[in-house]
């Protein structure tokens, strides 16, 4: 995959290129049509204390990039990019300068939220590290079970939460596996996160998903609230449904796309065409026509 020139071709629609420079470059010219950008350097599992550390460099260069060139983007990371698969004392290390870095350059850290093994601790740290550095944001996925609860935990904190459905394959005790319960489920979570209480004890909210219904249901949901445009967000993938960005800017909703970058692209790739079987077919025909 790596090297067919026409595979490589194909993963440039969903991911920038292999470098900063790459994804500063599509974060400006998001940033001129009037979006906002998360950017990731793309990583995860790393198995050694060099490969964590040179995720955490990655992100302080990002931060110092973004601040330089003024643009408006924050990071979006993984725990497991920082190290937390050799332990949780080195990830929170590399995610405390990561996140230090960020308070002083006024930018949120997004933490992303990885398949259901990490989904305890990468809560439990987010909530031990939120006092400290209030910058921090977290993720939670519709389609796990709990994750009502977790939402819950984090009204309580005044977290700064994205929504998202959830891109990993998870067994059906603990995730549902029909689309219809997990966009039901994700509606029920809208509602929650724009509830007047919620947005009292400060929590802000993310939606990010491509689901029109969902996106629909976002912003009718805060009109009736009476919740103004600027007190939640909406996020995309890089790649995915641009075409959505000039109408939802044009009703004045806030709009924010995830652009990824990095030589590591092939899990994030893989969950891009999981999402959507017409990926692959559309795959297939460009490398036999290639
Ligand atoms: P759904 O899959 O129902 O798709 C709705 C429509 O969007 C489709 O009909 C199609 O038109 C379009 N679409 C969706 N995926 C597509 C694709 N791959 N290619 C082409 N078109 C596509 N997940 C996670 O587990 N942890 C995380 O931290 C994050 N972070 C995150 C950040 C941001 C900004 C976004 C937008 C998404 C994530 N996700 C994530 C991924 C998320 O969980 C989910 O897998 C994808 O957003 C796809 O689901 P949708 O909500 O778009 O709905």
Redesign the pocket.
């Known amino acids: 995959m790596d090297r067919l020139p026409a595979a490589r071709r194909f993963v440039r629609r ?1 991911v920038a290129g292999p470098t900063l420079a790459d994804a500063l470059g599509v974060v400006a010219g998001l940033n001129a049509g009037g979006v906002d950008a ?1 950017v990731t350097y793309l990583g995860e599992n790393v198995t050694t204390t060099e490969g964590a550390a040179r995720a955490a460099g990655a992100y302080l260069e990002l931060l110092d990039e973004i601040a330089r060139r003024r643009l408006r983007a924050v990071p ?1 990371l993984k725990l497991t990019h920082l190290g937390l698969d050799l332990g949780e004392s080195v990830c929170r290390a590399h995610l405390e300068t990561v996140a230090a870095r960020g308070l002083t350059t006024r930018a949120l850290v997004w933490i ?3 398949s259901s093994a990490y989904t305890h601790r990468t809560l439990d740290l987010y909530q031990r590290l939120h006092a400290t550095y209030s910058n921090l944001a977290c ?1 939670v ?1 519709a389609y796990l079970r709990r994750t009502a609860r977790d939402v819950e935990r984090l009204i309580e904190l005044g977290a700064t939460v ?1 929504l ?5 394959r998870e067994p059906p005790e603990i995730a549902f596996s029909d ?1 219809r319960e997990v ?1 039901a489920n994700y509606a029920r979570l809208i509602d929650r996160l724009l509830a007047a209480d919620a947005l009292a004890r400060g929590v802000y909210p993310a939606f ?5 219904r ?1 996106l629909r249901r976002a912003r009718e949901t805060a009109e009736a609230g009476g919740v103004a445009p600027d007190r939640f967000e909406l ?3 890089y ?3 641009h075409d959505l960005h000039a109408p939802l800017r044009a009703a004045g909703l806030r709009l ?3 652009v990824p970058y990095g030589e590591d692209w092939y899990g994030y790739f893989m ?3 999981a ?2 079987p ?2 692959l077919a559309f795959l297939f025909r460009h490398l036999l026509r290639a």
């Not at 990010?208 to 029109?212: K, L, R, V, Y």
């Open positions: 969903f998360l979006s992303d939220m990885e993720v996925q994205r998202c459905k959830g891109a990993y689309k966009d990010a998903t491509h689901d029109e969902l996020q995309m993938l790649g995915i449904r924010r796309v995830l969950r891009r065409l999402e959507r017409a990926n």
